[in-house]
Structure formats: C-alpha cells, structure tokens
C-alpha cells in the first residue's frame, strides 16, 4: 500500500504543480519579457516560485493519494478480502501514518529551509533586474515608462547596439518639461552609471511660466538615465525571509528587526510547523472516512464527498485562527486546532471503522420505525 500512496502522490503532486506553476509562469512571462529580460531570466524566477508552489499542494496531493488508493481498493473488493484476512483498521493505517510522515518531512524540508531562501533569492534578483537599465529601455518600436514621468521610444536597434531615431520626454518637473529627440543614441556605461549619449538631436523646454518653448539643437547630448532606476538599498528583514531557528530563539528580536508585530511572527513559525502536520492528517481524513464505508456495489462516493467536505472545514478553519493570532500573539496554540480537529476526526472515523457495529446501531435509531395494524 505504501508504493501505491506514493506513485499516486507522485502523480497528483505533479499535476497540481503544474496547474498552478503554469499559472504563476504566464503572468510573470508577459511581465519579465514585456521588460525586454531575455528567457534565461524567466526561467530563473519562476524556478525560484517553484517551492512555495509545491508547499501549497503537498497536503492536496497527499489527501487526494490516499482517497484514490481507497477508492480503488474498495472498488477491487480487495480491501475487503485484505480485511477477511485479518487486517484490521489499526493495521491497515500503519502504512497510511508512515506515508504521511514522508510527506511532512519533505513539507519540514520546504518550509523551513527550501522556501524562505527561494522567496529572498528570488527578491535579491527581482532588485536586480528593476535596475537593469538597459533591459528597461532596449525594446524597439514600442514606448515605454521606465518611471514615473518618463517616456521612451526607439524606432531600432541595430546589431552594433546603435540606437535609431530616440524619443525621451521628461516631464518629472511639471513646470519645465523636456523632449529630446535624436536620429542617433548609445547607451554608455561609465562608473558612475549609465548614460544615454544622444547624436545629432533636437531638445525641446516647455516651460509654464510665461507658456515659452524653448529648443536647442545639439550635435551629442549626455542624459544620465542611472536616476530613472531606484538605487535604495534592497529590505530583505521579511518575516517570510526569517530562519525558523531564529524566530524560535529569538521571536522578539526577530519581531524588531523586520519591524512587524509578534502576531505576524507567530504566526509565521508556527504555520511552518502545522504545515507539515496538515500533510499527516489529510492523508489520515481521506483514508479513515473511505475506510468506515466499506464494500458496496454503488462505490464509496459518498464517502469520497464526505472526506472532501471535512478536508474543506479544515481549511476554512486554518484560515480563520490566523486572524486572532495575528492580533494577539499569545493566541498561537490557536493555529493547532486544525491539526487537533483533523486528528479527531480521523480517530472517530478509524474507531467507526474498528467497531462498526456502533455505526450501524446509531443508522438503526436513525431510521424511521415503520408501523401497522396487525389482525
């Protein structure tokens, strides 16, 4: 059972994955290449997005594995020959509880380690490319805002890296906004920036006071455009970016220097650790409600609903003891009770399974006695 939890997890793992990554991936594609970053770059980030996508669906995977494996074992009636063997409930969860602690090491691997360095790496380079100028600004036949104020249009781009008929307005000053214009431009790297060398151009000073323009003809022209890109230093004190070593010495400390509440911090330790106990249970929610249903010849879809309806409650009250714990940090045993609800659940659902003559004596109540008039 446990190589058939596995290559099943295997499957939906990378099916999820893909779903979600593919949509990740299109909407950083039309961003990074409308940027003019060449491939390679795309690649990179959404290579980096790739851990925090498969921390998401860890726990789905495993759930969905684990209903699967049921599912068709009842189907083959070979869970009931398996059970007329002598294996009971108790026994068939072993491989079931081992399967779910693979799953939450690899989840332990992710949150703790994989995650929060792909999430800072990838914000190192996304610091990167937004002061790469040149990629900014070298993309033909299209104008482009580099920032706030600025236009930029090149109407080619030759092999030699010779610009052709350059536009730049510059209207950051509201009242004195410029326009060069010039058939020829460089980009130049100095060290001190970048600079925009302009050939045989035209610049145009629209001042408001008075409504006078003012133009200039000039045979080379220096614009340093090292000023369009922000040089502040990049803030990588982010809670998410925090070692869980650190925030368990020192969650305080940890608390000042990303300049965030101890809620948040909280609450970002100790979701790392639920998110791998979350892997255990849906695999345990998912094979304990499919197990209490048994042989039937109409299948175990209702069991399968069943399971999927407590999987949903589950999340929906992860979801909402964030909120408390984020307000008041000494509230973080809060975010274990989708863990204990989960773990209750599965116990009520296996001692079902064990004892199922309870099960069926609390049906017998609830159906209606039907009555008659004896001659």
């Known amino acids: 059972m446990l190589s058939q939890f596995m290559v099943l997890f295997g499957f939906f793992a990378l099916v999820l994955v893909s779903i979600f990554w593919i949509n990740k991936a299109v909407r950083m594609f039309d961003r990074l290449i409308g940027d003019g970053q060449p491939a390679w770059v795309f690649l990179e980030f959404t290579a980096l997005t ?12 495993a759930f969905a594995a684990a209903v699967y494996v049921v599912h068709r074992l009842s189907a083959e009636s070979e869970l009931t020959v398996m059970q007329a063997m002598g294996y009971s409930p108790l026994r068939l969860i ?23 360095n792909s999430l800072s790496q990838l914000r190192l380079r996304q610091d990167e490319v937004s002061r790469n100028i040149s990629a900014k600004l070298l993309t033909e036949g299209e104008f482009l805002h580099p920032a706030p104020g600025i236009t930029f249009y090149i109407r080619e781009i030759t092999p030699e890296g010779e610009l052709r008929d350059v536009f ?6 509201p009242e004195s906004a410029v326009t060069y214009t010039s058939s020829r431009a460089y980009l130049v790297q100095e060290a001190g920036g970048t600079r925009l060398v302009m050939v045989a151009g035209l610049a145009q000073n629209i001042r408001r006071a008075g ?20 040089n502040d230093a990049i803030n990588l004190n982010k809670v998410a970016f925090a070692s869980t070593l650190d925030m368990l010495r020192a969650p305080e400390a940890v608390a000042e220097r990303t300049g965030t509440e101890m809620g948040l911090v909280m609450s ?6 639920t ?11 998912g094979f304990c409600t499919l197990l209490v249903g048994g042989y039937s010849r109409f299948g175990v879809w209702r069991q399968v609903l069943t399971a999927f309806g407590l999987l949903v409650t589950i999340k929906i009250v992860e979801s909402a003891v964030v909120a408390p714990v984020l307000v008041n940090a000494a509230l973080w045993p809060l975010l274990y009770l989708p863990i204990l609800l989960g773990g209750t659940v599965s116990i009520g659902m296996l001692g079902l399974a064990v004892y199922p003559g309870v099960l069926r004596r609390l049906t017998g109540r609830m159906r209606p006695r039907a009555t008659g008039a004896g001659a």
């Open 50 to 61: 790739l851990p925090g996508v498969i921390g998401v669906v860890l726990p789905i995977a």
């Open 94 to 116: 072993r491989p079931v509880l081992v399967f779910g602690v693979i799953i939450a090491l690899m989840m332990s691997i992710l949150a703790h380690v994989l995650i929060p």
């Open 168 to 173: 730049l307005s510059d209207r950051r000053d």
């Open 211 to 230: 409504n006078r323009l003012f133009t200039t003809h000039f045979d080379d022209f220096s614009y340093d455009i090292s000023a369009l890109v922000s």
């Open 268 to 273: 970002e330790l100790h979701g790392r650790l």
């Open 275 to 285: 998110d791998a106990l979350m892997c255990i249970v849906a695999a345990l929610v």
